[in-house]
């Protein structure tokens, strides 16, 4: 009975996806999408009335005293924010800041409903933020932490991950415990109780903006328009094809953004049981089988016949999904049957699968870097705007002082 229950709403969840993708057709599709543009233009509002609200000061923002970078997107999922918030952790560290990624979380373990209302029956105190990473070692696993914060502490020594849905009080905690001067939001620009100082937002170039609806009709959410509230805008998953339109539009909200362009590339395939590095040349012309739980199935699939896969077999879960031992065995036997000759994930996914998971062909994931491909001297535009501030103040004042007296040369 359970499993039966267990596998319709995994069906809906899956028609849900088609649907809000537009990979569905039919009867019912058009059905089940009226019903969700219904509910959009409803989301729509409230999203209306909150930004309504902030901008008119009716609701503030808290400020913390220190610079704070906000990296996000206008859409759900499937941009690569990730690496983009690994490059410029690192960036930020070389020049010296103490940097610490403040994160929801997503799909984090927490103390659940029953939880909250005993620690209100109580009055009790709310827990600490989760400290993923002190910046010397990682402390929690990534069921307790999610996927990318613990993707971030295993790849960023030096730098603090905190975990709390309340992003000022991470801060504080930031600050007071690790002594941070730069705060980076990962996956913060819906988050307006904290203002930024810098506002990066990510746009899939492959799939910018989806259908163009708000959720949960399609995938936005916010409307097209608040693309005016970036500092900079990065094209991720880029091939260095102009797309005039797609500026255009932007330039339309937006006139005078820095546009950054960035490729997602694979540097290397890791092996999950060794941790060893394999260059990618062991891919080409070999039979893979790939699995995945992540929003942009194909941008993973494409990269590897990029480097000369074939692929014979896949499985795509929903995002973030946490794999148990049944579907993985089902996964390796499929590909086993299908003739394949090592098995393929990514690195989001490698780290919900249990360290000791025993793997029936040779099992890799796959290792990302960003690599800019125009406005490199934006991005590094960027990271001076964050470590000095005030040289750029005055650096600012000097020269309109300088322009103020030229009439009088």
Same mark, same amino acid.
């Given at each position: 009975? /359970?499993?039966?229950?267990?596998?319709?709403?995994?069906?809906?969840?899956?028609?849900?996806?088609?649907?809000?993708?537009?990979?569905?057709?039919?009867?019912?599709?058009?059905?089940?999408?009226?019903?969700?543009?219904?509910?959009?233009? &409803?989301?729509?509002?409230?999203?209306?009335?909150?930004?309504?609200? *902030?901008?008119?000061?009716?609701?503030?923002?808290?400020?913390?005293?220190?610079?704070?970078?906000?990296?996000?997107? $206008?859409?759900?999922?499937?941009?690569?924010?990730?690496?983009?918030?690994?490059?410029?952790?690192?960036?930020?560290?070389?020049?010296?800041?103490?940097?610490?990624? $403040?994160?929801?979380?997503?799909?984090?373990?927490?103390?659940?409903?029953?939880?909250?209302?005993?620690?209100?029956?109580?009055?009790?105190?709310? =827990?600490?933020? %989760?400290?993923?990473?002190?910046? /010397?070692?990682?402390?929690?696993?990534?069921?307790?932490?999610?996927?990318?914060?613990?993707?971030?502490?295993?790849?960023?020594?030096?730098?603090?991950?905190?975990?709390? %849905?309340?992003?000022?009080?991470?801060?504080? *905690?930031?600050?007071?415990?690790?002594?941070?001067?730069?705060?980076?939001?990962?996956? +913060?620009?819906? *988050?307006?109780?904290?203002? +930024?100082?810098?506002?990066?937002?990510?746009?899939?170039?492959?799939?910018?903006?989806?259908?163009?609806?708000? $959720?949960?009709?399609? &995938? $936005?959410?916010?409307?097209?328009?608040?693309?005016?509230?970036?500092?900079?805008?990065?094209?991720?998953?880029?091939?260095?094809?102009?797309?005039?339109?797609?500026?255009?539009?932007?330039? /339309?909200?937006?006139?005078?953004?820095?546009?950054?362009?960035?490729?997602?590339?694979?540097?290397?395939?890791?092996?999950?049981?060794?941790?060893?590095?394999?260059?990618?040349?062991?891919?080409?012309?070999?039979?893979?089988?790939?699995?995945?739980?992540?929003?942009?199935?194909?941008?993973?699939?494409?990269?590897?016949?990029?480097?000369?896969?074939?692929?014979?077999?896949?499985?795509?879960?929903?995002?973030?999904?946490?794999?148990?031992?049944?579907?993985?065995?089902?996964?390796?036997?499929?590909?086993?049957?299908?003739?394949?000759?090592?098995?393929?994930?990514?690195?989001?996914?490698?780290?919900?699968?249990?360290?000791?998971?025993?793997?029936?062909?040779?099992? *890799?994931?796959?290792?990302?870097? &960003?690599?800019?491909?125009?406005?490199?001297?934006?991005?590094?535009?960027?990271?001076?705007?964050?470590?000095? =501030?005030?040289?750029?103040?005055?650096?600012?004042?000097?020269?309109?002082?300088?322009?103020?007296?030229?009439?009088?040369?």
């Amino acid at each position: 009975m /359970k499993n039966g229950i267990k596998k319709s709403i995994k069906k809906l969840e899956k028609f849900t996806a088609d649907v809000i993708y537009d990979r569905a057709d039919g009867l019912k599709a058009k059905l089940y999408g009226s019903f969700l543009w219904c509910l959009s233009q &409803i989301f729509r509002l409230i999203i209306s009335i909150r930004h309504f609200c *902030y901008n008119k000061r009716i609701l503030r923002d808290s400020p913390l005293g220190c610079q704070v970078v906000v990296v996000g997107n $206008l859409t759900v999922g499937g941009t690569g924010k990730t690496p983009i918030v690994e490059k410029f952790a690192k960036a930020l560290t070389e020049r010296g800041r103490k940097v610490a990624i $403040l994160s929801r979380g997503y799909k984090s373990k927490s103390d659940g409903a029953l939880g909250k209302f005993i620690r209100w029956l109580t009055h009790g105190e709310a =827990p600490k933020p %989760k400290v993923v990473s002190d910046g /010397k070692n990682v402390l929690l696993d990534s069921e307790i932490a999610g996927d990318e914060p613990f993707m971030l502490a295993s790849n960023l020594p030096g730098v603090v991950v905190i975990v709390d %849905k309340n992003r000022i009080r991470a801060g504080h *905690y930031a600050i007071t415990h690790f002594g941070a001067d730069v705060l980076l939001l990962d996956d +913060g620009f819906q *988050y307006l109780p904290l203002h +930024g100082q810098a506002q990066l937002l990510l746009v899939d170039k492959t799939n910018p903006f989806g259908n163009l609806s708000m $959720l949960p009709r399609g &995938i $936005l959410r916010e409307p097209i328009s608040h693309l005016k509230r970036a500092s900079f805008i990065f094209l991720t998953k880029s091939d260095g094809t102009p797309d005039a339109e797609l500026e255009s539009l932007i330039r /339309k909200y937006n006139p005078s953004v820095e546009i950054i362009e960035c490729a997602h590339k694979p540097s290397c395939l890791i092996d999950f049981t060794t941790r060893e590095r394999k260059p990618l040349d062991i891919l080409r012309g070999k039979n893979v089988a790939c699995f995945c739980a992540i929003a942009a199935p194909e941008s993973f699939e494409g990269l590897l016949r990029e480097c000369g896969a074939k692929i014979v077999f896949r499985e795509r879960f929903m995002d973030h999904h946490r794999f148990d031992e049944d579907e993985l065995s089902e996964v390796f036997r499929e590909a086993a049957s299908k003739g394949a000759e090592m098995v393929l994930t990514t690195e989001k996914d490698a780290v919900r699968i249990r360290r000791n998971f025993s793997a029936e062909l040779p099992f *890799y994931y796959t290792r990302l870097e &960003i690599e800019i491909l125009s406005g490199a001297e934006d991005f590094n535009a960027a990271v001076e705007k964050v470590c000095f =501030p005030k040289r750029k103040a005055d650096e600012a004042m000097s020269n309109l002082a300088v322009n103020q007296n030229e009439p009088n040369k």
